[in-house]
C-alpha cells in the first residue's frame, strides 16, 4: 500500500493537519482568536444589558414589596447612572404626562419628590413636585423617554408583567392603558406630551381604563 506523504510549508507546519503546541494543545493563533471571541461575546451582552436598562446598577433599590412605594433616594443616584439619560433642564425638552395606579381596584398614590435627591445635589429628568400624579419630563434635548425609566427612577421594580410585589397569576393581571388603549409592553412604551396613563393590576375590570383628570393650566 502506498503512503502519501505531504511537505511541510515554510513555516514547518504541515498541510491538512491541527494547529497544536507540542503538548496537543491549541497553538498562540487558535488561543488568540478564542480569547478574542470571548471578550467580543461578553462586551455585547453588556452593551446590550445597558441598553435595556437592566445594568446591575439600574435594578439598585428597586423595591419589589407591596404598594404603597415612596421614593427611593438612597440608590437613585447609580440608577440615573445607570440609564444615561439627558441632564435636566427645563429648556430643551418639557412635557408632562399623567399617571395613575391602581393595586385590586383600590388606587396608589404616585408619591412627591420621585427623582428629586432630597439633599439637592441633583434632579433627575423624570420627576414629580406633589402627588397629584402629575410626571415632569425635562431634559437639554429631546429624548424618548419611556415608562420603565419612570419606574426606574421613582425606585419600583416595573416589568410588562410586574409593578412592584405584585406579578401576573391567574385573573390577577398587570394592564396598562394610555390614553384609553391598552399597551402590551408598556416598559418600553415612549412617553409624549399629555398622555394619560393607568396602570391596573388585578382581576379585569377592576379599575378604569382612562383617567380624565384635567391637566393643571399651563402644563
Do not use: C
Not at 32 to 42: F, P
Not at 137 to 152: A, D, H, K, M, N
Not at 178 to 193: E, I, Q, S, T
Amino acid at each position: 500500500m502506498s503512503h502519501l506523504h505531504r511537505r511541510p510549508g515554510a513555516d514547518g507546519h504541515v498541510a491538512g493537519t491541527p494547529t497544536t503546541g507540542m503538548t496537543g494543545l491549541p497553538g498562540p493563533r487558535a488561543r488568540l482568536a478564542a480569547i478574542a471571541a470571548a471578550a467580543l461575546l461578553a462586551l455585547t451582552f453588556a452593551v446590550a444589558t445597558i441598553a435595556h436598562g437592566t445594568a446591575p446598577a439600574a435594578t439598585a433599590g428597586l423595591q419589589s414589596g407591596p404598594a404603597p412605594w415612596a421614593p427611593e433616594h438612597a440608590s437613585l443616584a447609580s440608577r440615573l447612572a445607570a440609564l444615561r439619560l439627558p441632564a435636566q433642564s427645563d429648556t430643551g425638552f418639557h412635557i408632562h404626562v399623567l399617571l395613575r395606579i391602581f393595586i385590586d381596584g383600590k388606587p396608589v398614590p404616585v408619591p412627591a419628590q420621585i427623582g428629586i435627591d432630597p439633599r439637592g445635589r441633583f434632579l433627575a429628568p423624570l420627576h414629580t413636585h406633589d402627588a397629584s400624579g402629575i410626571v415632569h419630563i425635562e431634559s437639554r434635548r429631546p429624548y424618548r423617554f419611556t415608562l420603565g425609566q419612570v419606574f426606574t427612577v421613582w425606585g419600583v421594580r416595573f416589568t410588562d408583567t410586574r409593578i412592584g410585589g405584585y406579578a401576573d397569576h391567574g385573573t390577577r393581571r398587570l394592564r396598562v392603558f394610555v390614553n384609553g388603549r391598552h399597551v402590551p409592553h408598556p416598559a418600553a412604551r415612549v412617553l409624549r406630551a399629555h398622555d394619560r396613563i393607568v396602570v391596573g393590576y388585578g382581576p379585569p375590570g377592576s379599575f378604569p381604563a382612562i383617567d380624565h383628570t384635567p391637566f393643571p393650566p399651563g402644563l
